[in-house]
């Protein structure tokens, strides 16, 4: 027959009264069990879905803008950092970011289109007037928006190793390095 204890005799049991009673009649419980299917169960779980993110996009995560090349003048010039900072394009699954020396931006989507072109879409930011890599950065950004045919040609990108260049229908070709 169990025992019913009134509020203030319940109010005098240690937690840890408490805590090794419960625990020793749950252990008691679980010993009559074989737990190795239900650990199997469980490791298997999170192996599959360890391994289930598959990275679809070599392009997501971070680039740091290093070379522009104008197509134009057949010359390169390099981006400086600038109190630490530099020109950094972040790409992820839903759309892209970054920033300059001057202004940051965010756009809500790209198109990867056949096995090496990318276009990407609408993006606002701060609209402080660009320098020369900005600027160039902004075009390459803004190329599909800046043609004049519909649907426009898409940018062509190459990554190799930890670089990855973006070579743009109209005046740039921009190559960055993953950051």
Not at 17 to 26: E, F, I, P, Q
């Amino acid at each position: 027959m169990m025992k019913v204890m009134g509020a203030s005799a319940w109010m005098k049991l240690s937690p840890r009264v408490w805590l090794h009673d419960n625990a020793t009649k749950m252990s008691k419980a679980v010993s009559g069990l074989d737990m190795k299917p239900a650990i199997i169960l469980l490791l298997s779980l999170v192996v599959i879905t360890a391994c289930n993110h598959q990275y679809n996009n070599p392009l997501e995560g971070s680039w740091q803008l290093t070379e522009v090349y104008d197509k134009t003048t057949g010359t390169s010039s390099y981006p400086p950092k600038i109190n630490g900072k530099a020109i950094v394009l972040t790409i992820t699954t839903s759309g892209f970011h970054g920033k300059t020396f001057n202004n940051v931006f965010t756009g809500d989507s790209y198109q990867l289109t056949g096995e090496d072109g990318i276009t990407f879409g609408n993006f606002m930011g701060t609209l402080v007037v660009e320098d020369t890599w900005g600027s160039a950065f902004m075009t390459v950004l803004g190329s599909c928006m800046l043609q004049s045919v519909r649907p426009c040609t898409p940018s062509k990108y190459t990554i190799s190793g930890p670089f990855l260049i973006i070579q743009s229908p109209l005046r740039y070709t921009l190559r960055f390095k993953r950051i």
